[in-house]
């Protein structure tokens, strides 16, 4: 073997060795940020976490008597007393019994479970909590998005009771498929727009003040 041949061949077993110890360098760098992944995401899982175990905690209390007995049916009431009302100021004869709402000669329904924006409000309710923002821009999302769906389902209400009117074929489409798939809709349409503001709102206050001269 030649004197450059010799060389070229301690060139090679150089560069072998420098790439292996670079690939051997590089290696666990790689290793740890794959390991990694999930880090940038613990917000969204903490989010889901806490957004489940709000909503577990929601329906556990939906099935104490209290609520069974007292407090729904109470709140039943109240939307077929409030609905009524506004029928009274376009009908003639507005019979409010309970949950039941009748027009003698017109059209009877009566106000059920799934009727009340109960389950939206508690959607609504638990994605704001679990959402990393201050308590004080929490309460008052809650109150006006709760209130929102409230005065909402006082309108579905009434619609349902015209559709039962005048399309008494559409009533069972409007009631479980379209007007249920749209409180679900807005309940997360409110929690989108209380995000986006309460997020703007932390920013600006955790802005720094500009210095004065």
């Known amino acids: 073997m030649s004197r450059a041949d010799r060389r070229k061949s301690k060139t090679k077993r150089s560069l072998a060795s420098s790439d292996d110890s670079a690939s051997s360098q590089a290696s ?5 940020r794959r390991g990694r992944w999930y880090e940038g995401k613990k917000p969204v899982f903490r989010f889901v976490f806490l957004f489940a175990v709000l909503m577990g905690l929601f329906e556990l209390f ?12 109470w709140y039943l009431k109240w939307n077929a007393s409030a609905s009524g009302g506004i029928l009274d100021i376009f009908e003639d004869s507005v019979i409010v019994a309970g949950k ?12 059920e479970r799934g009727c009340d ?6 959607l609504f309710c638990a994605g704001v909590l679990a959402f990393p923002a201050s308590l004080l821009s929490k309460l008052p999302g809650m109150l006006i998005g709760t209130l929102c769906l409230m005065v909402l389902n006082i309108f579905r ?3 349902l009771f015209y559709i039962g009117v005048y399309f008494p074929r559409a009533f069972d489409i409007m009631h479980v498929d379209v007007w249920q798939a749209l409180f679900v809709f807005l309940a997360i349409l409110f929690w989108v727009l209380w995000a986006l503001w309460a997020t703007r709102e932390q920013e600006i206050h955790e802005k720094p003040a500009p210095d004065h001269p």
């Open 28 to 32: 666990p760098v790689v290793r740890r």
């Open 62 to 73: 939906c099935m104490t008597s209290w609520v069974r007995d007292v407090a729904f049916p």
């Open 100 to 111: 039941s709402i009748s027009v003698p000669g017109r059209y009877a329904l009566s106000i």
């Open 117 to 122: 924006a109960i389950e939206p409000s508690a």
């Open 157 to 159: 209400i009434v619609s």
